[in-house]
C-alpha cells in the first residue's frame, strides 16, 4: 500500500471512530444528568415542605396567639361593661338621695319661713325649728364656713373644678351654693 492510502485510511477510521465515541459519551451523560436532576428536584421539594411546615406553625401560633388576645380583650370588655353599670346604678341613687336632702332641705326652710317669729314650727314639739345654739350666738354663716368653695365660685369656677379643688362632691358643692343663696334670700 502506498503511504497516502495508509494516511487516508487512518484518518477516515480517526473520524469514523471520533463520531462513534461521542455517541457513546452522550448516552451515558443524559443518564447520569437525569439521575442528578431528579436528585437536585427531591432535595428542592424535601426544602420546600420543611419551609411550608414552618409558615404552617408560624401561622398556627399567631392564630391561638390572637384568640387569646381577643377572649382577654373580650372579658377586659365585659368587665368595664359591668363596672359602668355599677357605676351608673350609684350614681342614680346617689342622685336620688341628694335630690330627697335638697327637697327636705327645702321644704325645712319653707317651713321655718312660715312660721311666725317666736312660735314653732307645728308637729314636732317645738324642736325643729329651735336652734342648738345657745341664745345670743349666732351660727355661722354658710359663706363663712365655705369660704374657699364661695371664693372659687366667685372667681367663676365650675361647680365641678370647685368639687375637685375642694374635695367635695358635685351634689355637696351644690347643695352650699343653693343654701347660701336661700339664706341670702331669707336675710334680705
Known amino acids: ?62 392564630q391561638h396567639r390572637q384568640r387569646e388576645d381577643n377572649a382577654a380583650r373580650d372579658e377586659r370588655t365585659a368587665s368595664l361593661e359591668r363596672r359602668v353599670i355599677e357605676l351608673e346604678g350609684k350614681l342614680s341613687r346617689f342622685e336620688t338621695r341628694t335630690e330627697e336632702r335638697l327637697e327636705r332641705i327645702r321644704g325645712t326652710a319653707a317651713a321655718a319661713a312660715a312660721v311666725a317669729p317666736g312660735q314653732p ?11 342648738t345654739m345657745p341664745e345670743g350666738i349666732s351660727a355661722p354663716r354658710i359663706r363663712e364656713r365655705y369660704a374657699e368653695l364661695f371664693d372659687l365660685h366667685g372667681q367663676g369656677k365650675s361647680i365641678e ?27 334680705v
Open 1 to 62: 500500500m502506498a503511504p497516502w492510502q495508509l494516511v487516508v485510511l487512518l484518518g477516515a477510521f480517526s473520524i469514523v471512530g471520533a463520531l462513534i465515541m461521542p455517541r457513546r459519551g452522550k448516552a451515558a451523560g443524559p443518564a447520569s444528568n437525569a439521575e442528578g436532576m431528579q436528585a437536585a428536584l427531591e432535595q428542592f421539594m424535601e426544602n420546600m415542605e420543611a419551609d411550608n411546615r414552618a409558615w404552617i406553625e408560624t401561622v398556627t401560633r399567631a
Open 121 to 131: 314650727p307645728a308637729g314636732d314639739g317645738g324642736t325643729q325649728g329651735k336652734s
Open 161 to 187: 373644678a370647685i368639687a375637685k379643688k375642694t374635695g367635695m362632691n358635685k351634689g355637696e358643692v351644690m347643695l352650699i351654693l343653693q343654701l347660701a343663696k336661700q339664706e341670702e334670700e331669707r336675710r
